[in-house]
């Protein structure tokens, strides 16, 4: 005596009362603002050099260093003073081929949203077409 597998499977239909409403946050609290580390460098960086006779903090010294550094010509010391004091410039993505960059620029926000949670591209999304150059219209 066998079960009868082939039953009828009803899909799962989620509970449209606890979904999130808009503008509502799938995690409030967000992500942590500092850890344990950040705390600690943040503590060193702003103690006093022990023995400095200008009595400078470990950030100051630092600095002060870097900035030194790149007066002495070091452009990674430069760039990194550039970097921590107005932020890090944007980096642009070259696509490479006007076909690849058509065919990203076609994606819609649901496309690229199911092509990140499914890992799968739109069906109109032919990588061969793409790679000879041809985008689909």
Known sequence: MTKNLKQSVEPVRPDYATRWKPGQSGNPGGRPKRTPLIDACRDVL???VPGDPTGRTFARAIAEKLAGMALA?????ASELADRAEGKARQTIDLGSAALRDAYERLTPEESQAWLRDGKPPAWW??????NGEANS
């Open 46 to 48: 702003g103690e006093p």
């Open 73 to 77: 010509g070091d452009i990674r010391a």
């Open 126 to 131: 032919t990588q061969g077409e793409l790679m």
